[in-house]
């Protein structure tokens, strides 16, 4: 049997509204294994985002463990520790981007090693490359303000690929960008994936599903295999 890359027990979130109690995940329990291009599908609403905060240990489930590559039960883990263990182990690209406005492109994409100390110029180097593969080989000084919807997209993809991670959590990553920008987008997660890795990014958009080596789906509080 496949070794579990990510192991899931008993999951459960909601959140509680003034009249309803809104559930997310019902008890959910998963084996994902790693290698893999994973998409996650499922209705707006499903729940696609809350999953992946909570992979990413930006958000903390009702009940449940979570263990990456037979870790500890992370969210058991104390914010500074979840803090340093994600800096070292997990990257995720926003829904809305969530680039640092003050900072170029190329800054912002250098910005998860430079947390890690790794050398500046190295990193600008590396920093570069991941630009110039995303197309924005010309846009290195630019400041968010000053990039398209799809350009901030393809810096924030470029910086989650920075630091190496073991697990990239990537929502609706292409949500912004037109087919053929997608598509590349999608084989330049592909390459980042090998033994050690896994990529799970949400998305609604059949064709870049058909791109995946499996489908995830949400509904109704519960996470299948399709
Ligand atoms: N902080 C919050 N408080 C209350 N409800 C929330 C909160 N965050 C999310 N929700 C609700 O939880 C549900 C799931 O939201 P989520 O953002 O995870 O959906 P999604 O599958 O990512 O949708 P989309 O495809 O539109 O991005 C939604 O109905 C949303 O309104
Ligand atoms: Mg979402």
């Not at 263990?67 to 883990?77: D, M, R, V």
């Not at 960008?177 to 990529?199: C, G, H, P, V, Y």
Request: charged residues 25%.
């Amino acid at each position: 049997m496949t070794k579990s890359f990510i192991e899931i027990k008993d999951l459960s979130k909601k959140f509680v509204d003034k009249n309803d109690d809104i559930i997310i995940l019902n008890n959910v329990s998963l084996k994902l294994p790693g290698n893999n291009l994973l998409a996650l599908t499922g209705p707006s609403g499903s729940g696609k985002s809350t999953l992946i905060h909570l992979l990413a240990l930006l958000d903390s489930p009702d009940n449940g463990s979570y263990s990456l590559i037979s870790s500890e039960n992370l969210f058991s883990f104390s914010e500074k520790k979840k803090s340093n263990y994600r800096k070292k182990n997990i990257s995720i690209v926003f829904q809305n981007y969530n680039l640092i406005s003050d900072l170029t492109a190329v800054e912002n994409v250098m910005l998860p090693n430079l947390y890690l100390n790794i050398k500046k110029n190295d990193t600008f180097n590396l920093a570069k490359s991941l630009l110039t593969k995303v197309g924005l080989e010309n846009r290195l000084n630019h400041k968010p303000a000053e990039l398209s919807g799809g350009e901030k997209q393809r810096v924030a993809i470029a910086r989650s690929l920075i630091n190496n991670p073991k697990l990239i959590l990537a929502d609706e990553p292409t949500g912004s960008l037109d087919t053929k920008n997608a598509e590349n987008i999608i084989e330049l997660l592909r390459n980042f994936k090998n033994q050690d890795s896994l990529i799970i990014f949400a998305t609604h958009n059949k064709s870049l599903v058909s791109k995946s080596d499996l489908e995830l789906t949400i509904s109704n509080g519960n996470v299948n295999f399709k």
